[in-house]
């Protein structure tokens, strides 16, 4: 297939949204623990998209009938990627997390494949390949030795099983389970929709919250920007993201949606170097580019 501008974007700006979250998810990583941090951040969506919602909130009867489909996106979307996430940014260094998020297009390929029965294209393979060295380049900064340099810890472990659950999370999008179907499910809307996955998604993560409190207690020291911080990924790479997201998996496909988070460490480096002052280096350009090819190469 060919991507239109509209679907290019689409699949675009979710990792743009997320890079500012994962580089927000290490910032804040003092001021509140990761768990707490990701239950405020869906409750605070689930606030603001109840407006967009009430419909499906009346009638929790449609929702309770496909508890199982809804639960299993809650769980792995909202309760289990983010979490982890936070968990391994306060637990590990960018760097070790940034290079196993790099692994996004192998799982992907490789949940259908085992999954789902849908074998990867040698196009795929070697746009995986090319985007793997796109982001290799990212976090080597222009120097291939760096690599050799890396030291992996437990917490690397999360992000690996976050990545997972993501790839999981993406092709159940693709292929809804029974009752989720288009045509076996009310005519939700996407924010309803949303807001179905949600409800559980909270559910799961408030648990995961009061569970960290109980094993780890630890106070939230709040301020402004902690604040600010819970703003804009409870909007940007919750709502904005998540409806994107959606829209670009069920276009595209789970396996071409994959080497588009491969954007996200690129735009993390640039995000992070904007906040430093500095300007982004020639490597940054030229990972772009590689990975920017292996998403062409692996689409059509």
């Given amino acids: 297939m060919k991507l239109p501008p509209r679907l290019a974007l689409l699949l675009t ?163 809804p389970a029974p009752g989720l179907r288009i045509g076996e499910r009310p005519d939700w809307q996407w924010a309803e929709f949303l807001m179905a996955q949600l409800v559980f998604g909270v559910a799961f993560s408030g648990v995961s919250a009061g569970v960290e409190q109980v094993v780890a207690p630890a106070a939230i020291h709040w301020s402004p920007e902690l604040v600010a911080a819970l703003a804009y990924v409870a909007i940007g790479p919750s709502l904005i993201a998540y409806r994107c997201w959606g829209l670009g998996v069920a276009e595209a496909g789970p396996a071409v949606a994959g080497f588009f988070v491969n954007l996200t460490p690129v735009f993390a480096a640039i995000i992070s170097a904007a906040l430093l002052g500095s300007l982004p280096a020639w490597y940054h350009g030229a990972a772009f580019a590689l990975i920017a090819t292996g998403i062409v190469v692996s689409s059509r």
């Fill in 13 to 175: 700006l979710p990792p743009l949204l997320w890079a500012g979250n994962a580089v927000l998810g290490r910032a804040v990583r003092e001021a509140i623990p990761p768990m707490t941090f990701n239950a405020l951040r869906w409750t605070l969506a689930l606030v603001l998209l109840a407006p967009l919602a009430r419909r499906v909130l009346r009638r929790p009867g449609d929702m309770l009938v496909r508890w199982r489909g809804l639960a299993w996106l809650g769980f792995l979307g909202m309760g289990c990627y983010n979490a982890l996430q936070y968990l391994a940014l306060h637990t590990s260094s960018p760097l070790n997390v940034t290079l196993i998020a790099a692994s996004m297009p192998v799982w992907m390929l490789g949940v259908g494949a085992v999954g789902y029965g849908v074998k990867p294209t040698r196009r795929q393979l070697a746009g995986a390949a090319l985007s793997l060295a796109g982001v290799a380049l990212v976090i080597a900064r222009g120097d291939p030795t760096a690599l050799l340099a890396v030291h992996f810890v437990p917490g690397d472990l999360l992000m690996l099983v976050a990545i997972f659950t993501w790839a999981l999370y993406s092709w159940m999008l693709a292929r």
